[in-house]
């Protein structure tokens, strides 16, 4: 479940794949709140504005059209998703690079406050996968990775001019970044099948955290060994899982105070999902003969072997 400010409201969001060369989705969100006054329905349905509020809080983008109720409690919602000739190109791009990387050892950049703490003049001449707001700490640590993953609908929302003026190859969602597709970059969809994919990447489950995201492209590429940094899996905060929040002045989860600060929306993380997600990927690379190595620093995940950094990338 998916909860949210209001403590009386709750929601799952469930989307389902289009069929090839359909531009819609429909997903059904289902909401559980107490008795709405005046309601014929004994408040199963919220009202109408309150629906469109908290499902563009769950899927993270415009609600193109609104049908219910259907059922008690349900309503059903069509999102507008990327045309079938976007994704076939998605899967061109996705098919031209894979294996690209077979052998080789890719370095995964968390973005926990433990980066202060990480020997990152290892990384200048490493592969390197950066996530979401990574590329606040590029210029210190003198660093361009080889890849940068973005997955979180309020991180596109709000820093989409700077993520486009990166200088490096992005994984990013179709739905958002598909007008143009730019010819350097990598798409995906988010898949409501909660399992590592290793046969198409443009149709992924998040795992709710762009981490998972960032393994299964890795393991597309054909790295061997994937090394963690930065991957703290500790926040302050107590919100609920996916609880959409408003930043204070100064960010304490993350490597830089100025992360998510300010009044910028963020969501609460749902550490137990991403836990999940995580025991998948190394089971998948385990089967394959490969391996994830966890080298953050005093990190709190303990799904991965743990490892040095320095003697991992210097061997």
Avoid at 124 to 133: D, E, G, Y
Avoid at 273 to 284: F, V
């Amino acid at each position: 479940m998916v909860a949210f400010p209001t403590s009386d409201v709750f929601a799952l969001s469930l989307p389902v794949v289009p069929h090839v060369g359909s531009s819609w989705a429909y997903h059904q969100v289902f909401y559980y709140a107490h008795p709405v006054e005046g309601s014929k329905r004994d408040g199963a349905v919220m009202e109408k504005s309150r629906i469109r509020h908290h499902a563009r809080t769950v899927l993270g983008s415009r609600i193109v059209r609104y049908i219910g109720p259907l059922t008690r409690g349900a309503v059903s919602i069509v999102k507008r998703q990327p045309s079938g000739l976007r994704l076939s190109e998605a899967r061109r791009r996705a098919d031209a690079v894979q294996g690209i990387h077979a052998g080789e050892t890719v370095v995964i950049v968390g973005n926990g406050p433990s980066l202060s703490q990480t020997p990152m003049q290892f990384l200048t001449n490493a592969s390197v996968i950066t996530l979401n707001r990574g590329y606040l700490g590029f210029s210190e640590w003198g660093l361009t990775p080889t890849y940068h993953v973005v997955v979180n609908p309020w991180v596109i929302r709000q820093f989409r001019s700077e993520l486009l003026a990166l200088d490096t190859r992005l994984v990013i969602p179709l739905e958002p970044f598909a007008s143009p597709m730019l010819p350097e970059n990598l798409y995906f969809t988010e898949s409501p099948i909660a399992r590592f994919q290793t046969k198409n990447p443009v149709r992924l489950w998040s795992g709710s955290t762009v981490t998972f995201v960032a393994m299964q492209w890795a393991y597309w590429l054909g790295f061997t060994r994937v090394v963690l940094v930065g991957i703290d899996h500790r926040f302050r905060t107590s919100a609920h899982p996916n609880e959409l929040l408003t930043a204070a002045e100064f960010d304490h989860d993350h490597f830089t105070p100025h992360y998510f600060s300010s009044g910028v929306r963020w969501q609460a993380p749902d550490l137990e999902t991403s836990e999940i997600a995580y025991k998948q990927a190394l089971k998948t690379y385990h089967r394959a003969g490969r391996e994830i190595l966890d080298c953050t620093v005093n990190g709190a995940l303990n799904i991965f072997p743990k490892a040095s950094l320095q003697e991992v990338l210097t061997r």
